[in-house]
């Protein structure tokens, strides 16, 4: 099993930005890739970004140019810049960790982004 503990998140204006921090413990060897994916009232849970942990990383195209995900191997963390916020954005965002970019297997307990003025 894998735990992912999720941190940052909040209230920003419009054109703000915010961060978001997940580091991953227990079964670290299982996991290839880690991201995040939101949840917006009556809607889908989406992928917004992920990372394998060679670097390579996909985006929605609603956020490309304005957020940015990374990663630290050493700490089992990933960490998603979020600039140019707008009120679209806001949702319940997710950590999430897997074996490929495409099999998000664990699942954090999500942290609520609010971009309102």
């Known amino acids: 099993q894998v735990q992912l503990v999720e941190s940052g998140g909040g209230l920003a204006q419009p054109g703000g930005s915010l961060r978001l921090s997940c580091v991953a413990s227990g079964s670290i060897f299982s996991i290839n890739a880690m991201g995040w994916y939101r949840q917006a009232p009556g809607m889908q849970r989406e992928l917004v970004a992920i990372?394998?942990?060679?670097?390579?990383?996909n985006y929605a195209d609603s956020v490309k140019g304005r957020f940015t995900i990374s990663r630290d191997n050493a700490k089992n963390t990933v960490s998603l810049q979020m600039n140019s916020l707008k009120p679209e954005d806001t949702a319940v965002y997710y950590c999430s960790a897997g074996p490929s970019r495409a099999t998000p297997a664990y699942w954090g307990q999500g942290t609520q982004v609010t971009v309102s003025s």
């Open positions: 990372i394998s942990w060679g670097g390579s990383t």
